[in-house]
Nanobody
């Protein structure tokens, strides 16, 4: 099992930037893909971005504004969010997967989430 702890959420004005982090511990060697998801009030959780050894993958809604990256030495994954919009307001969750595909439905481990609020 892998434990995931998110941090870095907060309140930011529209147009601003924020970086959230996800620190992983446990059997991280068994996970081939890391991802970020988000859930806004009254809405279903949605995929945001994913990273694996050979590349990254983004939802259309964040492409060009968000960047996912990883630091293997620190077992940490980051999500840099630029040009934030009020509709980006949500709880952001980190997730880990044993799968190597780009599927957004095969994640095994989840963090507790961090709140990101974008004011207009």
């Amino acid at each position: 099992q892998v434990q995931l702890v998110e941090s870095g959420g907060g309140l930011v004005q529209a147009g601003g930037s924020l970086r959230v982090s996800c620190a992983a511990s446990g059997r991280t060697f068994s996970r081939n893909k890391m991802g970020w998801f988000r859930q806004a009030p009254g809405k279903e959780r949605e995929f945001v971005a994913a990273i694996r050894w050979d590349g990254t993958y983004y939802a259309d809604s964040v492409k060009g504004r968000f960047t996912i990256s990883g630091d293997s030495a620190k077992n940490t994954v980051y999500l840099q969010m630029n040009s934030l919009k009020p509709e980006d307001t949500a709880v952001y969750y980190c997730a880990a997967s044993r799968s190597s595909t780009w599927s957004t439905r095969d994640y095994d481990d989840w963090g507790q989430g961090t709140q990101v609020t974008v004011s207009s």
